[in-house]
Every structure is written in C-alpha cells, then in structure tokens.
C-alpha cells in the first residue's frame, strides 16, 4: 500500500504563514522528486513547486516565488512546504506527488495524496 498523506492546511488570514506536511508510508521517498500542486475551485490543478530526489533542486512556479519554500527530509520520509506572506488567491486544495522526474506538470508523477485545504481570508 503505496500512499501519501498531506497534512497542515487551516485557515489563515492574509499575509500569515502556514507549513504544510507529505509523509509517505510503503515505500520510500528517497529515490523519487516530489512535487507540490493545488486546485481552486473550478480551476485546473497546476504545479507550485518541485524538489528532487537528493534535495539538491527545487523549482516554483512564479506566483509563489519568494513566499515558498519546498524541503525534504529523507530520514523522516516527508516533504515539507513552507507558505509565507499567504495571499486569498493562494486559497487552493494542496496536493503532494511522488514521481521519477519531478519537474511542475501533472504527467510526471504516479503516486498522489488526498490533498489539504489552505483556505487564506480574513
């Protein structure tokens, strides 16, 4: 039973943080890229960001660049995403993904969580 399991999202106001959690359980996470995406309601799901498998490269999508931060930690098997300086567009359900090439689309991955919902208001 291969799965990941996303944790962390609430409601937060504008401009506050969140921390978001992927913990794996099955299998490991050390030989696979991880990618973080989310979904508005009504919209399509899109990469926000992405780490490889040694942590040694990450990538954003330009909306968030500069608010967030993507780290893993291998002993742990968990992918963490760090959310500064939250804007209301940010509201989304977070997913996280386990793939070999990582990168910020959709297709390159094969093992996906339930999602979490972040929820930015005041």
């Known amino acids: 039973q291969l799965q990941l399991v996303e944790s962390g999202g609430g409601l937060v106001q504008p401009g506050g943080s969140l921390r978001l959690s992927c913990a794996a359980s099955?299998?490991?996470?050390?030989?696979?890229?991880i990618g973080w995406f989310r979904q508005a309601p009504g919209k399509e799901r899109k990469g926000v960001s992405c780490?490889?498998?040694?942590?040694?490269?990450?990538n954003y999508a330009d909306s968030v660049k500069g608010r967030f931060t993507i780290s893993r930690d291998n002993a742990k098997n968990t992918v963490y995403l760090q959310m500064n300086s939250l804007k209301p567009e940010d509201t989304a359900v977070y997913y996280c993904?386990?793939?070999?090439?990582?990168?910020?689309?959709?297709?390159?991955?094969?093992?996906w969580g339930q999602g979490t919902q972040v929820t930015v208001s005041s």
């Open positions: 993904a386990a793939g070999v090439l990582g990168g910020l689309a959709l297709e390159s991955y094969d093992y």
């Open positions: 099955g299998f490991t996470l050390d030989y696979y890229a």
């Open positions: 780490i490889s498998s040694s942590g040694g490269s990450t």
